[in-house]
């Protein structure tokens, strides 16, 4: 059942991987649990939630919670209210979505609110049975607070970001730093967007340290940044989600959000997809980003502002700057 799903979603089937979702809801003999541990909890039972207050938890990784914000606005055209209790890192940026009413951090016990219903934010979309053109919703869909300081990268060249690792919990979204020095060709610069990179690495790569902890603030530097360059991390879904160009690296049994075959994504507009064909060679993936890499840095860097601005511009109206700053 399991795989049928991820075929399903692969292939962008949602209303047969809705069925599939339905006919697991409807096997579930047990009352709905509210203490416990988080992944242990399973509240919405299949449910309508009309005219409901609706708590939506995040307890899975910050890049789903980026990817499924989407969803948030079509859930509150029902609802009667939506909380969203979240990872604390991306309150500035889930409390700004649409849709949501309150946004609260998330902690082990139960949220400080009142709520009818208890759904995990990756069950929305089966709750509201959405489709393709929900799904290929156009970004940006997030809004970044505003800086006191603006955030600038050198504009002289192609401005690149790199992301190599997820960190040690899955070691086949690794790539070792040293392959990535045959990305630093001419026309580009090479920037780590890699938290606590040692500093032997950013030698080896070629790359200057531009990495930060705030999500809010690498979300600026994405709307800086000509491109990222990336293993399938959060920044490939923050990237999406603020419409910013993003080439993402995945290994050959990738994650089911990423189809099968291609090289675009329905849920992200804006991501290239280099994908392994060989379980564990990167060797050939950074060599098609290699090939790729000087036909992008050729494009006028007109061409890549005039995508940021068609992009994310909005995300950044509440911002007190706009565009690249030199």
Known sequence: MANDWVEAMRAGDFARAWAINDRDLAVLAYPPKHTGPR??????????????????????????TLQFLRFMQP??????????????????????????DRALAL???????????????????????????????????????????????????????LVWEVGQWDKRRAIAPAMLRHLAVPGVALHSLQRDAPAEDLIRIGACDISTPDI??????????????????????????????????LHADCD?????????????????????????????????????????????KGWSHKYRQAGTTAALADSNWAGRAL
């Open 256 to 300: 089911w959000r990423w189809p099968s075959s291609g090289c675009r994504s329905l849920w992200y507009p804006s991501l290239r997809l280099f994908r392994q064909k060989a379980a564990g060679d990167w060797g050939a993936v950074i060599s098609e980003v290699a090939e790729a890499l000087p036909g992008r840095a050729n494009c006028s």
């Open 39 to 64: 992944h242990l909890q399973r509240i919405w039972r299949g449910e309508p939630l009309t005219d409901r207050h609706v708590l939506v938890r995040c307890y899975h990784g910050l890049g789903d």
């Open 75 to 100: 859930l509150r055209d029902l609802a009667r209210s939506v909380t969203v209790w979240c990872q604390a890192g991306l309150l500035p940026l889930v409390e700004r979505t649409t849709g949501v």
């Open 216 to 249: 809010p603030t690498l979300g600026h530097l994405l709307c800086q940044l000509d491109l990222a360059i990336c293993v399938d991390t959060m920044v490939a879904h923050l990237a999406g989600a603020l419409g910013c160009e993003a080439w993402v690296l």
């Open 107 to 161: 902690h082990e016990g139960t949220p400080e609110t009142d709520f009818e219903v208890d759904i995990e934010i990756m069950e929305v979309p089966h709750a509201l049975k959405v489709g393709r053109e929900q799904v290929e919703m156009p970004a940006p869909y997030l809004t970044l607070p505003a800086r006191s300081t603006p955030v600038s990268v050198d504009g002289e060249v192609l401005a690149v970001g």
